[in-house]
T-cell receptor, first 115, second 110 residues
Framework: EAGVAQSPRYKIIEKRQSVAFWCNPI?????LYWYQQILGQGPKLLIQ????????DSQLPKDRFSAERLKGVDSTLKIQPAKLEDSAVYLC?????????????FGQGTRLTVV | SQQGEEDPQALSIQEGENATMNCSYK?????LQWYRQNSGRGLVHLIL?????REKHSGRLRVTLDTSKKSSSLLITASRAADTASYFC??????????FGKGTRLHILP
């Protein structure tokens, strides 16, 4: 089966600019996650969707970050305006959402550099 | 906030030796998972152990879970150069919310 697709793979922007990332999860996966991974650290959960509803966005900086999952399939994550500390790899993952028995499948990530 | 805490932060061993990594967590869980991340790549799921299981095997991997101590260990036997990577434990406490630790960087020496 096809894996989780993310684009772009790399992005360089200046601070205060905006940027958007796209994710296409594995077909049929109900749960979609966006993680931020700063170099040398573990992935930090930003937002979790179940179908097209938000399950958890407690760690999403809502003053600058937004995310949506249209029709419960593809998702976009936007940053506006970007700050230097947003430089990180943004990982999208999906899972069946079979509560308590699920593993997450990850995309290759988008490496964002804010200069 | 990160739920899991791996130990050690970094580990270097000779090829052929066994590698053991530990993970401690704070709250009750539905399951605990281990992932591998090669440099510059996405994470790959290795193994999932449920809260009512104590030990699980997959090839050269052996995972244990002690819910009374809120800890888990990952053992990689007969290590290979290709095992060089970062290893993360992740906990699923509720609603399939998967929270990662900071990871252990494993380096296999030739």
């Amino acid at each position: 089966e096809a894996g989780v697709a993310q684009s772009p793979r790399y992005k360089i922007i200046e601070k205060r600019q905006s940027v958007a990332f796209w994710c296409n999860p594995i077909s049929g996966h109900a749960t979609l996650y966006w993680y931020q991974q700063i170099l040398g650290q573990g992935p930090k959960l930003l937002i979790q969707f179940q179908n097209n509803g938000v399950v958890d966005d407690s760690q999403l900086p809502k003053d600058r970050f937004s995310a949506e999952r249209l029709k419960g399939v593809d998702s976009t994550l936007k940053i506006q305006p970007a700050k230097l500390e947003d430089s990180a790899v943004y990982l999208c993952a999906s899972s069946w959402g079979d509560r308590g028995h699920t593993e997450a499948f990850f995309g290759q990530g988008t490496r964002l550099t804010v200069v | 906030s990160q739920q899991g805490e791996e130990d050690p932060q970094a580990l270097s061993i000779q090829e052929g030796e066994n590698a053991t990594m530990n993970c401690s967590y704070k709250t009750s869980i539905n399951n605990l998972q281990w992932y591998r991340q090669n440099s510059g790549r996405g994470l790959v799921h290795l193994i999932l152990i449920r809260s009512n299981e104590r030990e699980k095997h997959s090839g050269r991997l052996r995972v244990t879970l002690d819910t009374s101590k809120k800890s888990s260990s990952l053992l990689i036997t007969a290590s290979r150069a290709a095992d060089t990577a970062s290893y993360f434990c992740a906990t699923d406490a509720s609603d399939d919310k998967i929270i990662f630790g900071k990871g252990t960087r494993l380096h296999i020496l030739p």
